[in-house]
């Protein structure tokens, strides 16, 4: 019918633009490299981080200010991560970590967006909230631990409630930022094609606070975790935390290391967990397919 | 077509003042009268800054007039009340980017409380006239300039408005996507018989497109002059080679040059005349 009717299906008209262009010029110094190169020489990276922690750690270097006496070798770490991963105590203390991360966590999502979509819009709900909030806000969860064992019945819902408090900020203040970032010519458009309160609130406020939202929850994950392992060293029992500290108290020094990597691989599966829901909830959300630089 | 041809309204606008409040108040539209007929598709031409989006404001409702009024069918506009029988297209895409084109332009009925069924139907027999069929289940980024620009007005003409204001909705459009979109918007137009005003600082556009043009002045904008724009319809591109179309454009060209120039280094050059003066 018209002129551009005819164009291709999606990714549609990107049309080249003389800056983007230029642009691709500008790329990290040095030719790119082949794909296959760079996966060779990432893997070699990795493999000469650990082949120098195990000469560090067999040799008991002294460094000076650092030394590696008391270090176990990688080789170490290995045994003792396929000791652990055989023996049932695993799952016991993964259970109640998880519990208790995904237990913060949920509740810090749900009053975080909540409190954050009220205070993005209504001034009055702002000036009701924010002062208290914007007290509390500086106070990292960690510094909450002595209260929290005071606060609670138990040292299970103490360390639920650090949690929280470790994740409710991030996702707050990236929930309250979204809301008013919202571009509002949308949402006069909207109101001029007849939304009113509710509908505007479920078809455009919301969706469109979303991707801020999701980086406040993706922030919050990472936090909970911070607050869950500092909180478990302090006040746990059972837990990847815990177990970590008490293989300091009990001198197994492989296990340390042990614990530091199932917290390091778990907080990036959730992590993960929570950017993969992020992107099933906004299929419109996708970045522009990047220019390969590579 | 489920759409059954909405009643076109006509517009009365009689003595309007609309003063922008700010830190330094603006009048941006002084004692405008203009009169608009049913299903009367009239472009108001104007210099930037001009006021013609506020008019447009006030009579789509959210700007309420300082001073005159605005009546739609006899009945006055209120300053604080959007009406739902008025639709807004406008220059720069707002559509929703996480609804599918579909779900945007049946976003008009799903707010009122049609169902899901039927407002689907509704948008892809819109959408297959506006050319767009084929994109009904892409998202709005993934549409060019000028598709994006279809489907807002496919958005806005669902919900069968009784009058439609366009504010330089081709603006931002390459010259041939535009001149395509004009005919797509005349053809479109026939069709429906709703009242347009057409807000556009593109002379070509103005009488390709009008039944009359309501020339405005400079800020503060008043209608400076209405010229007639007798060409037949349907009408075509080439019309805009013809004498006739050349004697409009001449006429509009003198009409907004006709304001006194008032450069930029005015004072300057005021403050040196009056030396000479002395």
């Given at each position: 019918m018209s002129a551009d009717a005819s164009l291709p299906a999606p990714p549609l008209d990107r049309v080249a633009r003389l800056e983007d262009l230029a642009a691709r010029r500008v790329t990290p110094r040095g030719r790119t490299p082949r794909a296959w190169s760079r996966v060779v020489v990432r893997g070699s990276s990795l493999v000469a981080a650990v082949a120098l922690w195990q000469w560090a750690a067999v040799r008991h270097a002294d460094l000076g200010i650092v030394n590696f006496r008391n270090v176990p070798s990688p080789v170490e770490v290995a045994r003792a991560a396929a000791a652990l991963l055989a023996s049932p105590k695993l799952l016991f203390h993964l259970r109640n970590s998880l519990a208790r991360v995904l237990g913060g966590f949920a509740a810090a999502a749900l009053v975080g967006v909540a409190l954050g979509l009220v205070i993005g819009r209504g001034r009055r709900a702002r000036d009701l909230l924010l002062p208290t909030l914007e007290v509390l806000r500086p106070?990292?969860?960690?510094?909450?631990?002595?209260?929290?064992?005071?606060m609670f019945p138990s040292s299970e819902l103490s360390m639920v409630f650090i949690t929280f408090m470790g994740a409710l900020f991030p996702i707050l203040l990236n929930t309250i930022h979204?809301?008013?970032?919202?571009?509002?010519?949308l949402i006069i458009a909207a109101r001029i094609l007849g939304a009113r309160r509710l509908a505007l609130f479920r078809?455009?406020?919301?969706?469109?606070?979303?991707?801020?939202?999701?980086?406040?929850?993706s922030i919050g994950m990472g936090t909970a975790w911070f607050c869950l392992v500092t909180a478990e060293m302090i006040a746990g029992q059972y837990g990847i935390g815990y177990y970590t500290w008490e293989s300091y108290n009990l001198q197994q020094y492989p296990e340390i290391v042990v614990g530091m990597l199932f917290i390091g691989v778990f907080g990036m599966l959730s992590s993960a967990l929570v950017k993969h829901g992020g992107a099933l909830l906004m299929p419109w959300h996708r970045p522009l397919p990047r220019e390969r630089t590579a | 077509m489920t759409t059954t041809k909405p009643t076109a309204a006509s517009i009365d606008v009689r003595g309007l003042t609309i003063t922008l409040d700010g830190p330094a108040p603006i009048v941006a539209v002084r004692d405008l009268d203009a009169t608009i007929q049913p299903g009367e598709l009239a472009c108001v031409l104007g210099p930037s800054g001009c006021g013609k989006s506020t008019l447009l404001g006030a009579l789509a409702g959210f700007i309420a007039p300082t001073a005159g009024a605005i009546t739609i069918d006899g009945e006055p506009v209120r300053g604080d009340r959007l009406r739902s029988d008025v639709g807004v297209?406008?220059?720069?895409?707002?559509?929703?980017?996480?609804?599918?084109?579909?779900?945007?332009?049946?976003?008009?009925?799903?707010v009122r409380g049609v169902g899901r069924r039927e407002r689907r139907a509704a948008a892809h027999d819109l959408l297959a006239q506006m050319g767009l069929g084929d994109f009904a289940r892409a998202y709005p980024a993934q549409l060019s300039g000028g598709m994006q620009q279809r489907v807002e007005i496919a958005r806005v003409l669902i919900t069968q408005p009784r009058i439609v204001l366009m504010d330089e909705p081709f603006g931002s459009l390459d010259a041939q996507t535009r001149l395509a979109m004009q005919e797509l918007l005349l053809a479109i137009w026939a069709r429906v018989g709703v009242t347009v005003i057409f807000v556009t600082h593109d002379i070509d556009e103005a009488i390709f497109l009008g039944d009359r043009i309501l020339v405005m002045s400079p800020r503060p904008g008043r209608i400076r002059e209405v010229l007639p724009v007798d060409f037949a319809r349907p009408r075509k591109p080439?019309?805009?080679?013809?004498?006739?179309?050349?004697?409009?454009?001449?006429?509009?060209?003198?009409?907004?040059?006709d304001e006194p120039f008032v450069p930029t280094i005015a004072p300057a050059l005021n403050e040196r005349r009056s030396h000479v003066g002395h």
């Open positions: 106070i990292p969860g960690v510094a909450w631990i002595p209260l929290a064992i005071l979204g809301v008013e970032t919202l571009d509002r010519r078809e455009v406020i919301l969706p469109g606070a979303l991707p801020s939202v999701m980086t406040g929850l | 297209v406008f220059q720069q895409q707002t559509l929703l980017p996480w609804k599918t084109v579909e779900d945007n332009v049946a976003f008009g009925l799903k080439e019309l805009a080679t013809t004498a006739q179309f050349a004697a409009i454009k001449r006429r509009c060209l003198g009409l907004l040059r």
